[in-house]
């Protein structure tokens, strides 16, 4: 709805922001921006994830383990931030759960909040290619240079990681959520 030329939620959306407010939510225009729309799938998939973590019975171990997949995912978007929810994981077993789990549900979603840069996404990119045999490869480090310039897209790149993880077994890029933050056919970055 279009008042006093400001753009303003309707009457559903504001009561759904209102009722969950760490659920991502995106004005319809932004999704036809590339790089728009692929923050907005970053957030609502990850907060999919972390919902279905802490719906369940999870363990400390759990929790260390989802952290560790969506390490690189974090860092590219704020290295404080995850600095900070692994502190908060490391509580886990002391704290109690359902306090921990908020604090970390709330931690992740203020971390994807802001877009990660393009800078750290390219470097992202290259501590992937670093772990993989052949990661030094001037090609694959070529284009992850274009995409920092602006004259690549990241989802080729994404693409070629995990293939050369899948290929060679390195099972820790594998499972990193960076490598694939939502369906790939719903990739345009």
């Not at 728009?36 to 990850?46: N, S, V």
């Not at 704020?78 to 549900?105: K, M, T």
């Amino acid at each position: 709805m279009d008042v006093g030329g400001r753009r303003r939620p309707g009457v559903f959306a504001a009561a759904l922001v209102e009722r969950l407010p760490l659920l991502p939510v995106v004005e319809e225009d932004a999704l036809h921006d590339d790089d728009q729309r692929d923050h907005f799938l970053t957030r609502a998939y990850a907060h999919a994830r972390v919902e279905r973590l802490l719906a369940g019975d999870w363990s400390a171990g759990d929790l260390v383990r989802f952290h560790s997949a969506e390490k690189l995912l974090l860092l590219a978007h704020a290295p404080a931030a995850y600095a900070s929810l692994g502190r908060l994981v490391s509580e886990a077993g002391v704290r109690p759960r359902d306090e921990l789990g908020a604090a970390y549900r709330e931690g992740v979603a203020a971390a994807l909040a802001a877009p990660a840069t393009r800078g750290r996404h390219a470097n992202t990119l290259q501590h992937l290619a670093g772990m993989l045999p052949g990661g030094e490869d001037p090609r694959l480090a070529g284009q992850i240079e274009r995409f920092r310039l602006g004259d690549a897209r990241r989802a080729p790149l994404l693409a070629r990681i995990e293939a050369l993880a899948l290929e060679h077994g390195v099972d820790y890029v594998a499972a990193q959520t960076y490598v694939r933050p939502y369906p790939r056919a719903l990739m345009a970055v």
